[in-house]
């Protein structure tokens, strides 16, 4: 399951370099797949879709930091808890109901990210 930032957040952007995927952007900030990946040029991305990795994607959200859910893979393979959730002090990193996944799925992610 991905993690979310709830609009609880009040921006202090305490998680943001905490994630190892890189996978948390400031709000209205434009995300790329190759941000804090090994992924470079055209990738066919887990889903089947192909993208190029390094073309800047649309924010999904304008107003408080978020969470790019195919970069999340809550910290596994690098950390025994989320670290956003860790750190945030606000408690506004919760699990996103809409994103539930196996922790296997989680770490294919992070291999596939990370070319491992």
Known sequence: MAIIITDECINCGAC????????IYEGADDWRYKDGTSLRGKVVLPSGETVDAEDPQ?????????????KCTECKG???EPQCAAVCPVDCCV???DYVESEETLLNRQAFLHNE
């Open 78 to 80: 690098f950390h025994e």
């Open 16 to 23: 943001e370099p905490e994630c190892p995927n890189t996978a």
């Open 95 to 97: 699990p996103d109901d």
């Open 58 to 70: 649309t924010p999904i959200s304008d107003d408080i930091y978020y969470i790019v859910p195919g």
